[in-house]
Every structure is written in structure tokens, then in C-alpha cells.
């Protein structure tokens, strides 16, 4: 079996690109140290290994299904949660009154992604767990919090996100669930909840489901939405699960990947009253969500870079183990075939997945290295931080989405004709990731939230602060050997960057909304693969400055070194065809007609 994970370059990542083990320094980190860190990321590389690991192929070919009224999964799934509750990662980010370690969100999301790695179906548990509970220490009361949140940090219970609707699909201005106000201040909750991941199994106590409705006699739109606790069971006083709650499991949608994690259609209030909490104020639903929301699109892009990870570690042991062909240059046939890994194609595909993997790896902790900032930075460059991450958080959902899966492909033609068989689980990881570049909205949102808000929010303040740390790196980047090629395709893309930003933004009053977002896919890929070309300056510099001291890691670094180079000359210069599109405002699109297809 492949590795599912190649430490040492989450290791480089963490301490050697990003200042992870100097947020010790932070009064809320004070406690901590680098070996705390090693030591923690050590326990979740333990626990997915030997608990999440060993039944991933188990989860994708053992679909849930129903019994008795009851969902079935593999019996291992009950005991990887358990280990993950038993280590206290359900937690590990919290207060340490509410039982946490207080670590950093960017360790957190090096945790997670060892069990996203290992087993993406049976770590979005978990997953959704925690991003739940995080949205209540935000936004619910304190009596909910002890009622609601508590048990999910103890990992006792689990939770959800209830937003789509079988007709409104992310059209969530159009959902009709309605809460209906009880005497007692709670609601009645009644509709139908459709795609929701976790809406129903038997690995918890307990399943705590944040629902978006629409409070009776309330205005349409977005500004009717507010946001419920809804419990799969009622809770008693002393905090037990209690009477049914009547969320009922309409049924279950059968995916191409992902399998392990059930996905739902949820009614609620069939056969009894289905009573929620309002969280916070009425009306404000969308906007508490979207804290879970942004989340959940940083974990997704996380998600997508560790199968492409997974699948990029296959392909390469693959590569040196299969012996077929070779040299182009040697002639005799009696001489013996050559390692794939030999073949230059072969080691283009490599090259390929290599960059996609471990840019988005990059990206990803960079942005959870943002999400600390905006808590615990310096109190001055908190606002900045915040705007920086509203930037980066579609990129950082919709590109490794779309790489990890280009990633995939590659490592599925390294293999050939075992790369699409069960017998290896590159294609099983095609699958799991097909999913992600629809999980938590799709490139078509992702583009269109970057072109139509995030570029031009606070007047632009989040782009400029992009882009002046961007030129900081290439002016710290000065004078370091092999770095040519990265600084001047990166620089050269910043330019076509600002062209097209320039040549559109300024005529956003002029063009009809839909063709000013007409092209916000470009926008995306434009920016994505410049935001991502600067990842690669930032680890080819750091292991520029690491080289000449290094012994048994020279090759590590000479690897990073020339991958930025690849990126640099075989993956930058597309930028140019999106930044050309974008300028010109190009109609093509809009101009096809619906019956001309």
C-alpha cells in the first residue's frame, strides 16, 4: 500500500514556509511548542493510518443503506470516529475550559487532513462536526452552546448543515422550509432539506442539524432566512437525547464517490412536530451560515489536494516499481525495460501532480494560517488578514478542486490500465474528488463571488494587499539561485493580472451584470493559477535558503526547486488566455442562445 501522505512535505509546509511554530508567541499559543505541534500531527498521522486507512475501500464499495429503518455503514466507521473522539480532535482547536488544546486553526487543518487523506468519507464526520460546533461558539447562545455544542466537542454527538432544498438547489433565496413561532419560543420546523451530507446514520448519540427556513409571514429573499437548531432527537434537561424529533430520512442519494458519507433527503415535521432553536437574530440565517460555509470551502479545497495527494503518491510508486519500455535512445531489444518512472512523458505527468498538490497544499495552510491571523495576529493587521482571506477562500475551495482532479486523471495515466481498476485507488480518489468542485458551491458561485465581491470589496483593499505581498516575496526572493524562471513567470503574470482587472473593474457600472460575470470563470482560473505561481516562489525560496546547509534532505529541496521551474514555464503562461478573455469583456457566452444548442 502507498503512503496516503507525505509528511515531509506537510513538515516543510508548517514550519519551514510558514512561521507555524512562531505563533508560540501569541498569548493564546503561549503554552505551546513546535514539539507539541510534531506531537499532535505525529497522533492524527497514527489514528487515520491505523483507524481511518484500513477501511476506505470498505466504505466506497459498502454504500450505506437502510435496514429496519436504520442506515447501515461498515462497522470500522464506529471505530475511527471513536479514535477520533478518544484523541480529542473534535476539540483540539477549543478553549481548554471546554476541553481543547487551544491550537492554531492551521495545525488544526494539518491534523484533518491526515484523516481527509486516509479516508475522505469517514473523516467528513468529524468534519462537519466540527464546523458546526464552530458556528455555535460563535453565534448561539450560551444555554445553547451548553446544550448543543457541548456534546459535539466531546464527540458524543455529531452535526450537520441543512441549507438546499430539492428545488432551490444553492438558490437558497429560494427555500421554502418554514419555522413557525410555539408559545415557548422554539419553532416548529417543517420542509424538506435535500443533499445533506451526515443527515442521518447511527455514529452518535445524537445529530445536530443547523437548518436555514424561513420564519412564518417573513419577507422573501435572503432577508427572510434565519438559522435553527434542529436535534434528531429532543434533548432532556439533563442533556440526554430524548423523543423523536421527527427529522425523518426520505431517502439516500446514491454518489459517485464519497460513498461513506451518507448524503440525504431530510423531512422535517413528518409524523410529529419537528421543534428548532432560533439562533441569534431573525433574518441573519445566510450571514451565520456562511461563517460554517467558509469553512467548510477552505476544508473542501484540503479535501481535494490530499486525494490528489493520495493519487500522486500511487502513481509515483507505481512509476518506479513498474518496469516497461526503453530509451528512446537505446536501440537493442534484448536490453532489459526500464523503470516508467524513466520515461519523460511519465515524468511530465508526475510533474503535474507535483505542482497541483502540493501548490493547493500551500495555499490551503496558507489560508488557515490567515484564519489564526484574523483571531490572534496583531490587533492592527486583523482587518487586513480578514480581507486577504475573503479573497483567497474561493480560490482556495474551486482550484485544488479542479487541479486535484486534473492531478488525478494524470495519476490514472501513469498506471495505465491498473490505474482504473480496483485494484489500486487512484480511480476510487477520481471519484471522491469529482465531488468537490460542487461541494459548497460550484465554480460557477466561486467565480462569480470572487468577480462580483471580493475583488471589489472595502475598494479593493483585499487585491492590493494580495498583491503587495506577492511583489514582497519576489523582492525578498533577490539573489537566490534557481529561481529565475518562478520570478519572471510570476511577475509576468501579475501583470496580465492587473491589465484585465484593470481593463473590466473600472467598467462594471457600463456592462449588464451578466455580462460583467460573464466570464468570472476566468477570473478564477486567472488569479487561481497566479495565486498559486506565488506559492511556488515562496517554496522554491524557502528551499533555496535551505539547500546549501542540507544533507539527507538535498533531494527534497532540489525536487521543490525544480517543480516551481515546471510551474513556472509549463503552467503560468495560461494565465494570459483567461487575463485576454477577461479584458474584453468577451460575449460569447451570453451571446449563445438556448436554442442554438
Same mark, same amino acid.
Given at each position: ?16 514556509? =510558514?512561521?507555524?511554530?512562531?505563533? &508560540? ?6 503554552? @505551546? ?6 506531537d499532535v500531527l505525529n497522533l492524527a498521522y497514527s489514528v487515520a493510518e491505523r483507524y481511518f486507512a484500513n477501511h476506505a475501500r470498505e466504505a466506497d464499495l459498502s454504500e450505506p443503506h437502510v435496514v429496519d429503518g436504520k442506515v447501515v455503514l461498515p462497522a470500522a466507521m464506529r471505530d475511527a470516529v471513536r479514535a477520533f ?12 475550559? =471546554? ?5 492554531? *486553526? ?13 479516508? /475522505?468519507? &469517514? ?33 458524543? *454527538? ?16 429560494? #427555500? ?31 445529530? !445536530? ?36 424529533? @421527527?427529522? /425523518? ?25 419537528? #421543534?428548532?432553536? =432560533? ?11 456562511? @461563517? ?53 512523458? !511519465? ?13 493547493? =497544499? ?8 490567515? /484564519? ?20 483567497? &477562500? ?44 460542487i461541494h459548497e458551491g460550484t465554480e460557477g458561485i466561486q467565480g462569480n463571488d470572487l468577480l462580483g465581491r471580493k475583488l471589489t470589496q472595502a475598494g479593493g483593499r483585499g487585491l492590493s494587499i494580495l498583491l503587495g505581498r506577492m511583489q514582497a516575496d519576489l523582492d525578498a526572493s533577490e539573489g537566490l539561485d534557481g529561481l ?9 503574470? #501579475? ?34 493559477? &497566479? ?38 514555464? @509549463? ?27
Amino acid at each position: 500500500m502507498a503512503p496516503f501522505l507525505n509528511r515531509r512535505d506537510l513538515s516543510f509546509q508548517l514550519f519551514e514556509v =510558514l512561521p507555524t511554530a512562531d505563533l &508560540t508567541s501569541r498569548p493564546r499559543f503561549a503554552e @505551546h511548542s513546535r514539539e507539541v505541534y510534531e506531537d499532535v500531527l505525529n497522533l492524527a498521522y497514527s489514528v487515520a493510518e491505523r483507524y481511518f486507512a484500513n477501511h476506505a475501500r470498505e466504505a466506497d464499495l459498502s454504500e450505506p443503506h437502510v435496514v429496519d429503518g436504520k442506515v447501515v455503514l461498515p462497522a470500522a466507521m464506529r471505530d475511527a470516529v471513536r479514535a477520533f473522539r478518544d484523541a480529542g480532535f473534535f476539540s483540539a482547536h477549543h478553549d481548554e475550559d =471546554l476541553g481543547g488544546l487551544q491550537l492554531p *486553526w492551521v495545525v488544526m487543518q494539518a491534523v484533518q487532513a491526515n484523516f481527509q487523506a486516509a479516508n /475522505v468519507s &469517514t473523516s467528513g464526520y468529524p468534519f462537519l462536526t466540527i464546523g458546526n460546533a464552530n458556528l455555535q461558539r460563535v453565534f448561539a447562545s450560551p444555554e445553547q452552546q451548553r446544550r448543543y455544542m457541548l456534546p459535539l466537542l466531546e464527540g458524543r *454527538w455529531f452535526g450537520t448543515m441543512a441549507l438546499s432544498e430539492p428545488h432551490a438547489g444553492s438558490g437558497l433565496a429560494d #427555500i421554502t422550509t418554514t419555522a413557525t413561532p410555539r408559545p415557548d419560543g422554539t419553532y416548529a420546523i417543517t420542509g424538506t432539506k435535500m443533499w445533506i451530507s451526515g443527515g442521518e446514520h447511527e455514529l452518535s448519540e445524537n445529530i !445536530v442539524h443547523l437548518v436555514l427556513a424561513r420564519i412564518a409571514g417573513g419577507p422573501a429573499g435572503v432577508k427572510g432566512i434565519s438559522l435553527f437548531l434542529v436535534p434528531r432527537y429532543r434533548v432532556n434537561e439533563d442533556g440526554t437525547p430524548g423523543a423523536d424529533n @421527527h427529522v /425523518v430520512l426520505a431517502g439516500l442519494n446514491h454518489k459517485m464517490g464519497y460513498r461513506g458519507t451518507t448524503n440525504t433527503l431530510l423531512n422535517f415535521g413528518e409524523g410529529g412536530e419537528t #421543534i428548532g432553536e =432560533l439562533v441569534g437574530e431573525p433574518g441573519r440565517g445566510l450571514a451565520q451560515m456562511f @461563517h460554517m460555509m467558509n469553512e467548510a470551502r477552505i476544508g473542501v479545497g484540503m479535501g481535494a489536494v490530499m486525494l490528489g495527494t493520495a493519487g500522486y503518491l500511487e502513481s509515483l510508486a507505481y512509476a518506479h516499481e513498474r518496469h516497461q519500455g526503453r530509451h528512446a535512445s537505446q536501440k537493442d531489444p534484448a536490453a532489459p525495460p526500464v523503470p516508467i518512472i524513466e520515461h519523460a512523458d !511519465v515524468r511530465r505527468l508526475l510533474l503535474r501532480q507535483k505542482v497541483f498538490v502540493e501548490g493547493g =497544499l500551500a495555499l490551503g495552510l496558507y489560508a488557515s494560517l490567515l /484564519v489564526d491571523d484574523t483571531q490572534t495576529g496583531p490587533e492592527d493587521d486583523r482587518a487586513d488578514a480578514g480581507l486577504l482571506l475573503d479573497l483567497l &477562500t474561493p480560490i482556495v475551495k474551486s482550484w485544488p478542486s479542479r487541479y486535484s482532479q486534473e492531478a488525478l486523471s494524470d495519476a490514472i495515466q501513469v498506471m495505465g490500465g491498473a490505474g482504473y481498476t480496483r485494484d489500486f485507488n487512484v480511480e476510487m480518489y477520481y471519484r471522491d474528488n469529482r465531488l468537490n468542485p460542487i461541494h459548497e458551491g460550484t465554480e460557477g458561485i466561486q467565480g462569480n463571488d470572487l468577480l462580483g465581491r471580493k475583488l471589489t470589496q472595502a475598494g479593493g483593499r483585499g487585491l492590493s494587499i494580495l498583491l503587495g505581498r506577492m511583489q514582497a516575496d519576489l523582492d525578498a526572493s533577490e539573489g537566490l539561485d534557481g529561481l529565475d524562471e518562478i520570478r519572471a513567470a510570476l511577475r509576468q503574470a #501579475i501583470t496580465w493580472n492587473t491589465q484585465a482587472l484593470g481593463a473590466l473593474l473600472p467598467r462594471a457600472a457600463e456592462l449588464s451584470p451578466d455580462l460583467f460575470l460573464a466570464n468570472a470563470n476566468s477570473a478564477l482560473e486567472m488569479l487561481g493559477h &497566479t495565486v498559486v505561481g506565488w506559492m511556488w516562489l515562496r517554496q522554491a525560496a524557502t528551499a533555496a535558503r535551505a539547500l546549501p546547509g542540507a544533507r539527507a534532505d538535498a533531494d527534497f529541496y532540489r525536487g521543490k526547486l525544480h517543480a516551481a521551474r515546471f510551474y513556472a514555464t @509549463h503552467e503560468l503562461p495560461k494565465v494570459r488566455a483567461h487575463a485576454d478573455l477577461l479584458a474584453s469583456a468577451d460575449r460569447t457566452t451570453t451571446d449563445m442562445q438556448a436554442g442554438w444548442f
